[in-house]
């Protein structure tokens, strides 16, 4: 409905900038887990409200909206969101999968998945004679995630689309590393969009919360009964404090940004670091196909000591960044990929994804950027004593 305007515009005159009823501008918290039925033969928009509850449905409509797509659905987690989606599966059923997927997503289709007998083959998304190789006649979805976690690379969602329409397959891509201000995957031809709503939309650490996007009626129909038979819906408290969180979600994106992109092209000239991945780098591979899919190269960048024992000493003595799992908060969050994210994935595998021992994650949040190079630097000197 808010086509004609801006992004950032769009984030706050959507269809529920104010109450139709109270005239509140900001969406009631409707808690009410039943809905009064004022007819005995037609029922009303709300039933029982694991179906639908106003203040659930506002944050559906608006991320359905800002994704270009024409329904959303609001999960209690970003795993949520993706394990119900998986369920429009069906058992006998293949799935082609990025091999550095997101660690819960792969936890959940090499153990979860697998045990209803439906099946995976991790490729190199990058790598589009491999993905097309490992396309079965039971292939019914191909799976990305760009950029990817923790090593930055790049996939061409265009290409792959069509490589699996040609199969009739489905795509679904997680987008939560960028969100919809920087890349719409509708638009580019994938079926389901999967968000950890935990990260950037939210974007103030406060709240877990998962969401997914659908263009087609039919595909949306599906999910609405998935959505409605799991039961696994997003609370309204939590679906409020999204709906918060995503009116600041451009200038947060923009800042958060331009900073990853100064520090990125800082801890480049460092001789203490061994690698820098983060796509708005000149080196990196993925570099144009980025630019070309999105508005921005993000705000998550991660860079490689030669060893443990460096990137430990640089944790320990870094005094800015909360160092912890998760990422697209307001603060700017550091990680370590192997006992974190990638915890739950083999030590070969891990490795052999590029998710070395030496390897930080590094979203960088809303500090002042010459404060947080100011802070590395002390850091770095440290590995030196
Ligand atoms: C965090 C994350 C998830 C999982 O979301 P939760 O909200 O933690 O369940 C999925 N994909 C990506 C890329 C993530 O960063």
Known sequence: MSEQYHIQTKLLHNSHKVHQETGAVSVPIHHSSTFHQYSFD???DYEYARGSNPTRKALEDVIADLEGGTRGFAFPSGMAAISTAFMLLSKGDHIVITEDVYGGTYRFVTE????YGIEHTFVDMTNHEEVEKHINPNTKLVYIETPSNPTLKITDIKKIVAIAKTHNCLT???????TPVFQRPLDLGVDVVLHSATKFLGGHSDVMAGLAVVKDVEIGRRLAFLHNAFGSILGVQDSWIVL???????????ASSQSAMTIAKWLQTREEVKAVYYPGLENHPGKNIQEQQSKSHGAVLSFEFPSRFQAKKFVENVKLPVFAVSLGAVETILSY????????MPEEERLKRGISDGLLRLSVGLED????????????RTLKD
């Open 42 to 44: 037609s029922f009303g």
């Open 112 to 115: 979860v998945l697998e045990k």
């Open 172 to 178: 679904f891509c997680d987008n939560t590393f960028l």
């Open 244 to 254: 918060r969180g995503i009116k600041t979600l451009q200038v947060r994106m923009n």
């Open 337 to 344: 990929p192997a006992t974190m994210s990638h915890g739950s």
């Open 369 to 380: 950027v010459n404060d947080l190079i100011e802070d590395f630097e002390q850091a770095l």
